[in-house]
T-cell receptor
Framework: GAVVSQHPSRVICKSGTSVKIECRSLDFQATTMFWYRQFPKKSLMLMATSNEGSKATYEQGVEKDKFLINHASLTLSTLTVTSAHPEDSSFYIC???????????FGPGTRLTVL | DQQVKQNSPSLSVQEGRISILNCDYTNSMFDYFLWYKKYPAEGPTFLISISSIKDKNEDGRFTVFLNKSAKHLSLHIVPSQPGDSAVYFCAASATGGYQKVTFGTGTKLQVIP
């Protein structure tokens, strides 16, 4: 099956610093990658959709300058949380979709804690 | 505006019995529906899906039923096993699944041995 990895799995940072989260499709080429955020006891909220080589499409209410998304290759997308604040603490999950279908394969998630 | 709703935040079922998880949606453009299973601190795992041209899809112990007129779908797990204990998310998409997926709020299933 298709495997998606995320790194790091857990990160703790100080307020005001920037954090980069990587999402990799290990055994397939991901033309589209999605970034989600999950709040406690809440649904997965789509933050943005990125297609390889083009700018990400952000959902309403998501700050583009705060959450920088780069999808530079068919196997790697990165989410950078800039100038992180405690309210950015959350569980961030990426998913990837290949060329052969519509199904999204999810990564294991990254727990971000901003102190 | 929650377009996909799972009104039961939790469900407890005895091992061996049937688990029924329900989901309602409001957007009539949705034509592809998926169920995901999620363990704590892990990403969701795809379980089963159904297209709007069908009203039932079965895969082993998992069956999804779709009632388009009621904008309602359900996931049946039978027999339920302790390993099924997890949070189950209903999700919906338009244009056959190629549009973005909208997730419900999840139902936490506990299967009691």
């Amino acid at each position: 099956g298709a495997v998606v990895s995320q790194h790091p799995s857990r990160v703790i940072c100080k307020s005001g610093t920037s954090v980069k989260i990587e999402c990799r499709s290990l055994d397939f080429q991901a033309t589209t990658m999605f970034w989600y955020r999950q709040f406690p006891k809440k649904s997965l909220m789509l933050m943005a959709t990125s297609n390889e080589g083009s700018k990400a499409t952000y959902e309403q209410g998501v700050e583009k300058d705060k959450f920088l998304i780069n999808h530079a290759s068919l196997t790697l997308s990165t989410l950078t949380v800039t100038s992180a604040h405690p309210e950015d603490s959350s569980f961030y999950i990426c998913s990837a979709r290949g060329t052969s279908g519509f199904e999204q394969f999810f990564g294991p998630g990254t727990r971000l804690t901003v102190l | 505006d929650q377009q996909v709703k799972q009104n039961s935040p939790s469900l407890s079922v005895q091992e061996g019995r049937i688990s029924i998880l329900n989901c309602d949606y409001t957007n009539s453009m949705f034509d592809y529906f998926l169920w995901y299973k999620k363990y704590p601190a892990e990403g969701p795992t795809f379980l089963i899906s159904i297209s709007s041209i069908k009203d039932k899809n079965e895969d082993g112990r998992f069956t999804v039923f779709l009632n388009k007129s009621a904008k309602h779908l359900s996931l049946h797990i039978v027999p339920s096993q302790p390993g099924d204990s997890a949070v189950y998310f209903c999700a919906a998409s338009a244009t056959g699944g190629y549009q973005k997926v909208t997730f419900g709020t999840g139902t936490k299933l506990q299967v009691i041995p």
